[in-house]
């Protein structure tokens, strides 16, 4: 292999660290880094671990075949209501669809409790005058006079950007598209987002949310691309920089600019491809994906080698748990869990007297007491530094010091308004984000049909495997598995991931067979675009792969199942005997009836475009006769909840480890980003790749019992 193209580089910004790995594709070698989120200016990070990997490689920019990214940058902008001064064009009578929404209180036995607030104002809302019936007929064509006014209106209101949402434009978008090109020409420095392009999908709320959640975030996103590619060209980096989407394919930094609510959830989706690959590595293939960081810990499960998907997504939660609370987008995303459960996250105690962890977090600024960075409310980490569960003098690899003495001072405050003594208050915090965990883990399995007994969890990110024994062992599962470098987890799954994108186009009918012609023609459009999608991300017409799938549901039903359509054409199926059953078989799976004397209706048609999914070899270790005594650096005095005290436990240098290596609870196993709990009653085996496959040796197998 030549030098040019020979490494490639992900990066992943977090709420509290951002995270570097560089793969040399020609020995498999990963060099990682990790250091702390900038939020003023994220790009001062990125070039800090782009230098740090570049000079650990002795490489420079140029031999950098491919650059990944993963961004908090558009949640973070929603949640905080931080975007553009955006408007909404809309069918004259509709304006007010983002304050009606689903017409449902989010929690019925609150009177009081506060609306979800739309982005966009009403005083930022403008009606024009133009219908479409639900065939996508004109019953009213778009009126010029009144697009002028509402043109002169948005002008006068000093708009960044502008989202267009007509009534049934899913069915036919040329009134959309009319609209938008008036407003490219009479609004230049604006950007417009029509809802046709952005959710081409059935239910009006949900598609107008999406389309003003793209508008209000656009102008951002595509500044803060744009930075960022030219930062790495400054770096020497001469090819293309990709981004994750929230359904865990990557797309070129245009794309991602026209389209920034696709990645909401980029940094957690790149969580479930490492989870993936690391399932397939060990051979895995059902588990839980546990992904613990500065500020939130998410959850998702992996069957079958997959991770689960959704095409419903609500942002910024009034209320982070409950359902509706939040702004909808219609975006394909993998399904996921998130909590506020990260070390960052500030303990307190409430009104009852009762403690509390979350979600309110430290961040990077000020981040945590013990990091002495201006921090003084108690948190995660703080607990778990007391706990001895860390080590201060070698966090990030000792390039950062913990201050013991202000983790005390800060859980002190805890400790004193329950009347506990400092370690009792660590521990408490310590249990009850475990807690937290545990039930957000439990709910989420059981919700699809799993029994977390038959699934083994999978342990990354920065706080996850010091948690991992307690979550692993409440749910009685098989064991868990920290990955090496579980710290930057993440940012490896970036690589890990091939180019890819999804697309929708709803077509409400009821099955037929004379409709099955007709659905090939919708799909045939939707790889059109798909591939000319790929191509232009680089990826070579031969390799482009579909897979197809529809919302679909008993005729009469208000919504609908995801069904996957493993038919190339769907004139050659049989109805009666081949997607009939096919449906009733997903549908028993997930309520345990179909209702079979129905007929069936499909809603819309759905398409993944994807290139092929890049090699990662990583090295295998070689097999040592020493065994874990190598790598002991020494003792120290941690908690154990077995006994309910504090003892000496030995602790030992991942690094250090040598494949094939026993490390037998209680134990800490301590690597540069990252520290891993083995408790009293497991035993953790070094596999040949050196991530740490732990089992418990009091719970018996399934079916033992």
Known sequence: ?????????????????????????????????????????????????????????????????????????????????????????????????????????????????????????????????????????????????????????????????????????????????????????????????????????????????????????QPLAARYVARMEKELVEGGFKHRLYLMLSSGGITTTETAARLPVRMVESGPAAGALAAVFYGDQL??????????????????????????????????????????????????????????????????????????????????????????????RPTVTDGNLLLGYLNPDYFLGGRMRLDTAAAETAVATVAQALNLGISQAAWGIHQIVNENMISATRVHVAERGEDPRRLTLLAFGGAGPVHAYSIARALKMKGYICPAGAGVTSALGLLTAPAAFDFAQTYVARLTPERLKALDEVFEALEAEGRARLVEAGVPEDQVRFERSADMRHRGQGHEIVVDLPWKSLADVDLDRQLRPHFYARYETLYGHAHKHLDLEIMTCRLRATGPRPAVDLPKARSEDEGAETALKGHRRAYLPDVRDFVEMPVYDRERLPGGARVVGPAIVEEKDSTALIGGHAVARVDDYLNLVVTFTDIPEQGEE
């Not at 019936?133 to 778009?142: A, I, N, Q, T």
């Not at 939040?326 to 459960?341: C, D, K, N, S, W």
């Open 1 to 217: 292999m030549t030098a040019k193209g020979r490494y490639r580089f992900g990066f992943d910004i977090g709420g509290t660290f951002t995270d570097f790995v560089l793969i040399d594709r020609a020995t498999g070698q990963v060099e990682t880094y990790k250091t702390l989120t900038t939020p003023a200016n994220p790009s001062r990070a990125v070039q800090e671990g782009w230098q740090v990997l570049l000079e650990r490689a002795g490489a420079d920019g140029e031999v950098i075949e491919t650059a990944i990214h993963a961004t908090t940058l558009i949640t973070n902008a929603l949640i905080e209501r931080k975007g553009a001064r955006a408007a909404l064009v809309t069918t004259e009578g509709f304006k007010d669809t983002l304050d009606t929404q689903r017409e449902m209180r989010y929690d019925i036995y609150d009177l009081h409790s506060p609306p979800v607030e739309p982005l966009i104002p009403r005083t930022r809302r403008f009606e024009v005058k133009e219908r479409l019936d639900s065939f996508g007929d004109v019953v009213e064509p778009l009126n010029d006079e009144s697009l002028r006014q509402a043109i002169e209106r948005l002008r006068a209101a000093g708009v960044e950007a502008v989202a267009v949402c007509f009534l049934h434009s899913y069915k036919n978008p040329t009134h959309e598209q009319q609209a938008g090109e008036w407003l490219a020409r009479a609004l230049p420095d604006s950007y417009v987002t029509l809802s046709s392009d952005v959710a081409p999908e059935i239910r009006e709320y949900e598609r107008m949310s999406t389309a003003v959640a793209n508008a209000y975030v």
């Open 283 to 376: 051979g895995e293939r059902d588990l839980v994906a546990f992904d613990m960081g500065g500020t939130t810990a998410k959850m998702c499960l992996v069957k079958d080698g997959q991770p689960a998907m959704a095409h419903t997504f609500e942002i910024a939660r009034v209320h982070r748990f409950k359902r509706g609370s939040g702004l909808p987008v219609r975006i394909p995303a993998i399904e996921l869990i998130e909590i506020g459960a990260g070390g960052g996250s500030i303990a307190w105690v409430d009104q009852m007297g009762l403690l509390k962890v979350g979600p309110e977090s430290a961040g990077a600024d000020p981040g945590p007491a013990c990091y002495a960075l201006g921090g003084t």
